[in-house]
């Protein structure tokens, strides 16, 4: 028997993170035994992150699921009997419809998010489908709504800094962002900057790998940037370091913030943030002469309950001192705005007219999805279609969560990988593919390359693409239109063709060809300035700085909050991203599990609590409780505590940190406060 040769294929991860890799598979008789990032790809640069290196284990896991399941257990226990894709498809065509004449459209609710970050797959046919049912408009706020409203409002776009130009900076300061952990393809071009002599700087209430790597370490009290970067501002101005001819030409409303910062002297600022009012001062300084100055922002800041605020305040920061004039100054929370698709093609929101329901249907808000499933009424949801998310492990208020999904009256449908918490409540689970085995389109968030991926490898099983299941629901629910018969192609051609200069020249055939191509954001071989001045970024010309928006005031959950709540409740729960994890993508894997069980205390609140290294403990507040393993440790400030975030529920054999946050939302944009959370906790 001769061996078939070894085949290697392009793709691109779909994992919602800012890196966006480019991927070589190495096939051999129709299976991936190889991936790797694609060497030539200038952010990829020929690495992959830990957990991506190994996606092929979770490709081909014993536990991923292979066929349309129907619920037979109790609801919440995962047991399920295969059933054939006809009669699964029919079954939930046949209660959406019966939920629809009884209840309305409004009573369906899809729940989606962040699975996949292709276009064709994540946002395109599954929207098309739930606009012309008019099914309630799910608001998707829980990562980073807060942040880009705020960005917007100030800049008028979404466009940051070129990851590749971090290199030329000579001062870098990562605001809530674990770089290490969650970015980590920006890391060389750090590392290759302070080569050359540049500072590194991290300021976040934990002091995590990127925060130990880092020349300073700023330990800020949760959600106190907005006053930090008021300190800075104001030290800015009084040692007359500002940018005045910048400012003139392209910021209006820059003697409101002259007027706020005036009283937040670095005295005040250090009483809120904890940092010595010294350092503020020696950072403000330092950010204002070291140049370039690259402030990498993400969305750490922003899950606090005045985290558009502190967005404002410190995207101001490059504004004030001219930074964005300098290659590898200015500051990069997303680029998302540089890809200027046409999204209307891809989604048709138009197609809401022809539901019947003669008026936008109602908008539910993500992450109130426990209250949404308990309490909504007029009509109740009455249909839940959940894909490419597992809000029964990544929604905050979970107890609440899981009370709406154990509801008898409510129909559930999981589109999924693997049996998930979320996936255990289904009535019906629907085996998708992953994005090594699908056709999409990818935007990034952390660089300018668009990219295109067809399937490396076969579908498993019965598993099918997200577009090819909403497709057929589409005709089973009879719904006419073209659009509906378009194919994946004919939707990435759409998408294209937006007209918009960026994208121009951008065809399907050529990034069918070359995998990936860089947006025209600047003439080629030429480096992206957005708004260094001449043609600048922001479509009105100017920034706005609303200063009213930009006065502090603490988080009801914090330490200078509610005082009856703190009394109760006196430490400060942060969970961000686990480095092992990506969301609950892989938390079906030991380690992340492991990983996610630890609760970091330092030793002065362990002490007064009597817990010692390793002593299991509860953490708990008026939501629920979870119990996790207490490490003591001064990677956190006294008064703060950190678990990591999205564990899987049954992994812990219990609740999560989410049964802890708080489902309130964010000053503007309404985001998620996952970061705005007080708990106290007791040794078991
Ligand atoms: N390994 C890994 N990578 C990921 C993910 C993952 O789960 N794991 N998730 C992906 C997703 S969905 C996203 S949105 C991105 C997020 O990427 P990041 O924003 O970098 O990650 P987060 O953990 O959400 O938060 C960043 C940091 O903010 C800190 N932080 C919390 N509160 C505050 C505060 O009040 N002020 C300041 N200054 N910092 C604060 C946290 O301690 C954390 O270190 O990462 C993506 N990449
Ligand atoms: N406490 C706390 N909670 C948090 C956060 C935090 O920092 N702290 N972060 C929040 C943030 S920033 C985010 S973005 C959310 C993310 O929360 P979710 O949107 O729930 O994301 P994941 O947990 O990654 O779940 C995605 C699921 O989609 C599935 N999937 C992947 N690709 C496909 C596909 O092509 N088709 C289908 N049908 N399914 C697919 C995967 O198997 C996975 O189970 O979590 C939030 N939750
Ligand atoms: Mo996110």
Redesign the pocket.
Known sequence: MGSTAAEVRRSVC?L?CPDTCSLLVTVENGRGVRLRGDPAHPVTRGFLCAKVARYLEREYSPIRLLRPLRRTGPKGRGEFEPIGWDEALEEIAGRLRAVREEWGPEAILPY?????M?LV??ASMDRRFFHRLGASRLLHT???EAGTTALEATYGCRLGVEPEQFRHAKLILAWGANILGTNVHLWPFIVEARRNGARFYVIDPVRNRTGEAADRHYAIHPGTDLALALGMIHVILREKLHDAAYLEAYAEGFDGLRALAERYPPERASELTGIPAGEIVELAVEYATMRPAAIRLN?GLQ?CERGAAAVRAVTLLPVLTGAWRDLGGGMLLTTSGGFQLDFDALTRPDLVERSGLGRPPRSVNMVRLGRALTELDAPPVKALVV?????A????RQELVIEGLRREDLFTVV????P?DTADYADIVLP????LE?TDLYLSYGHYYLQMARPALPAPGEAR??FRIFQELAQRLGFEEDCFRNSEDDVIRQALASGHPYLEGITLERLEREGSVRLNVSPPGQPFLPFAGGEFGAPSGKYVIDAVKLEYAPPVESRRGDEALRRRYPLELV???SDEG????F?YRDEVAARCRILEIHPEDAARRGIGDGDAVRVFNSRGSCRLSAKVSDAVAPGVVCAR??AWRKKLSGPT??AL?SDALTDEGEG?V??SCLVEVERC
């Open positions: 779909a919602d989606n998010y962040s699975g996949t292709g797959q994540g829980i990562c980073s969305y899950r894909y490419d998310a597992n809000p492990a990544t929604a905050p589109i999924e990988h693997f998930t998708a593919t992953t994005f699908h693409p997200n969970t961000p991203k990506l969301s609950s993508t938390s975030a999205a940190p989410n946050t998620a996952f970061y």
